[in-house]
């Protein structure tokens, strides 16, 4: 994959949002994310025949916008929606298994530590998310923080692999995160929660000058 779409990534679902979750989407594509993942979560998430065709609606706006639609854990919907890539934790279905179902698509894994980096780099995946690297209040069983630190670590020892940085990420604090290492960065709330998206995704994409 090129690592230039992990810049701005957004990620959303109905519960991230105070106002039309299409709407927030179609603001934030049209202020220039690189790249949206799906993740309906949570005891608002929508279900069933709802659920399937708030995933379409927003297939479509990516499609429109030219930018990756990406759906977090549900092998199921990605295959029947035909998305541009499945994103898994650690505790979703194997890798080797998803990389059978979704040859030329784009495989996203999350990653807390050295061991699970490795074994998502050998076992495939086109990108690894890491962190969170701060406090997040969007993922209620997040793992601890790791800092900045982490994503050096990692970048040290995989000079060229696509890295996205997520958890607790602001305009403040993402020229950090690029500068450590990382090729973008994923968040929810500093977009779902802006009262500017144009200037905030432009304040998220630091141009990287290493
Ligand atoms: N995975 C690790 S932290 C996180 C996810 C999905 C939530 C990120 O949300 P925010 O609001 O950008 O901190
Ligand atoms: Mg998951």
């Known amino acids: 994959m090129n690592p230039n779409d992990l810049a701005v990534y957004f990620i959303m679902g109905t519960e991230n949002c ?23 979560k949570g005891p608002r998430a929508l279900k069933g025949e709802k659920y399937e065709e708030f995933a379409r609606a927003c297939q479509r706006l990516c499609k429109h916008y030219h ?16 998305a541009d890539g499945i994103h898994v934790g650690q505790k979703d279905m ?23 980096m490795s074994a998502a780099v050998l ?27 982490f994503i050096k670590e990692i970048r040290n020892k995989y000079p060229n692999y696509p890295i996205v940085a997520i958890g607790g990420i602001t305009t403040e604090n993402s020229s950090e995160i690029i500068q450590a290492g ?27 000058n290493y």
């Open 182 to 208: 990382a090729d973008g960065v994923a968040v929810i709330s500093a977009i779902c929660q802006s009262s500017n998206r144009r200037e905030t995704v432009n304040q998220l994409k630091i141009i990287k």
């Open 94 to 116: 194997a890798l080797v298994n998803i990389r059978e179902q979704f040859k030329g698509k784009i495989i996203g894994v999350s990653v807390h530590n050295e061991q699970e």
């Open 67 to 82: 930018v990756p639609f990406i759906v977090n854990d549900d092998v199921e919907l990605a295959l029947k929606l035909q």
């Open 123 to 149: 076992n495939g995946a086109d990108y690894v998310g890491i962190g969170p690297i701060f406090e997040t209040t969007s993922k209620p069983d997040a793992e601890p923080p790791t800092g900045v630190s």
């Open 18 to 40: 105070e106002t039309d979750p299409l709407n927030v989407l179609e603001d934030a594509l049209q202020a220039g994310i690189t790249m949206f993942q799906f993740r309906e």
